[in-house]
């Protein structure tokens, strides 16, 4: 089987950073992707790493460790706008995509 | 821009009833997927499709059908629509070998 684990809440205060890690059981894995959706909104794509490492877009930086299994997603500079529920995505082949059940970050002033 | 339309914003319809949900997508896309949302449970693939006239079977395909028969539309079918088919339905694409996928708005089902 396959499965990606996050935490379900986490909340953060305004001009702070936040880590959201995510975790996974799988077979055949390829990379990992990490997708941002606000209520009511689709998902839209932040970043995704192919390879051990860290990758850094902007304020977001996603980082993935193969030995261990493990990814997770920092936020820096939190904004009030950044509320929202974060999915981390594993590929296990040419064209199949999960998704972790998610989790739904909230900034505080 | 890129734009992945999906037919229905919201939909409800009774139980046994024949569903069609259809997703269109501009950007020659090789890959699409049908997800369904629920609330603790994230995305859930339910059907995707390389190519045209092919698919594959996801996580939860029980239930439904798919059919690609031009390369930008991809549509799902209920064949008898249940009460626990209720969901927010989504359809997304992607490039071949590209990792992001680009996602409709969603069709939030209500099946009574």
């Known amino acids: 089987g396959q499965s990606l684990e996050q935490p379900s809440e986490v909340t953060a205060v305004e001009g702070a950073i936040v880590q959201i890690n995510c975790t996974y059981q799988?077979?055949?894995?390829?990379?990992l992707s990490w997708y941002q959706q606000h209520d009511g909104g689709a998902p839209t794509f932040l970043s995704y790493n192919g390879l051990d490492g860290l990758e850094e877009t902007g304020r977001f930086s996603s980082f993935l460790s193969r030995s261990d299994s493990y990814g997770y997603l920092l936020l820096q500079e939190l904004q009030m706008k950044d509320s929202a529920s974060y999915f981390c995505?594993?590929?296990?082949?040419?064209?199949?995509?999960?998704f972790g059940t998610g989790t739904r970050l909230t900034v505080i002033p | 821009d890129v734009k992945v339309t999906q037919s229905s914003r919201y939909l409800v319809k009774r139980t046994g009833e024949k569903v069609f949900l259809e997703c269109v997508q501009d950007?020659?896309?090789?890959?699409m997927f049908w997800y369904r949302q629920d609330p603790g449970l994230g995305l859930r693939l339910i059907y995707f499709s390389y190519d045209v006239k092919m698919k594959e079977k996801g996580d939860i395909p029980e239930g439904y059908s798919v059919s690609r028969e031009k390369k930008e539309r991809f549509s799902l079918i209920l064949e008898s629509a249940s009460t626990n088919q209720t969901s927010m339905y989504l359809c997304?694409?992607?490039?071949?070998?590209?990792?992001?996928?680009?996602f409709g708005s969603g069709t939030q089902l209500s099946v009574l």
């Open positions: 950007m020659d896309h090789e890959n």
């Open positions: 799988t077979s055949g894995f390829y990379g």
């Open positions: 995505a594993g590929r296990t082949g040419a064209n199949n995509l999960f």
């Open positions: 997304a694409s992607t490039g071949q070998g590209n990792e992001k996928l680009f």
